[in-house]
């Protein structure tokens, strides 16, 4: 690989606002099971090799089991995913895939599970992990 700039040291404003977005979200009322599903499954979608690492990781120091992890990208054929969190799913994949939108049977499957801050809050993790995925591959971070 070769060598790219290191945004944060470049633009480091610019880096610091989106840490804002993190810190944000780090004291919101997402579960931290919630957080981690969304940052995985949009980081697999996205090919993001330090952000599916890093997060793989952090699910793990959280107890969630292998066999989840693992079946994350085939969610929709087990069911080791609950109600929520296959509808978290399925929005984090309508939003990161953005260019076939978001469909109204995927918002109202979650709007029905979710009050209206904890689905902003949902839909704010996708685009933040959505954003950081774009810095990662953009610059080339390599796999830690």
């Known amino acids: 690989m070769t060598t790219r700039i290191n945004i944060a040291e470049t633009e480091p404003e610019a880096y610091k606002a989106l840490l804002g977005l993190e810190k944000y979200l780090a004291e919101s009322r997402l579960t931290p099971i ?7 499954r949009a980081s697999q979608i ?8 890093m997060h793989t990781t952090d699910a793990r120091k ?5 066999q989840r992890i693992y079946l994350l990208n085939a969610w929709r054929e ?3 995913f609950n109600e929520e969190e296959k509808a978290i799913l399925a929005l984090t994949e309508e939003i990161t895939l953005i ?4 469909s109204d049977a995927a918002y109202q499957a979650a709007a029905k599970l ?3 801050q904890y689905l902003a809050q949902i839909m704010m993790m996708i685009i933040t992990i959505n954003a950081w995925n774009r810095v990662a591959i953009t610059t ?3 796999v830690a």
């Open 34 to 40: 919630h957080k981690e599903l969304i940052k995985i």
């Open 46 to 53: 996205n090919g993001c090799a330090f952000c599916i690492n």
């Open 62 to 66: 959280l107890g969630e089991t292998e």
């Open 78 to 80: 087990t069911s080791l």
């Open 99 to 102: 260019q076939n939108h978001v």
């Open 114 to 116: 979710f009050d209206a």
């Open 140 to 142: 080339q971070l390599p």
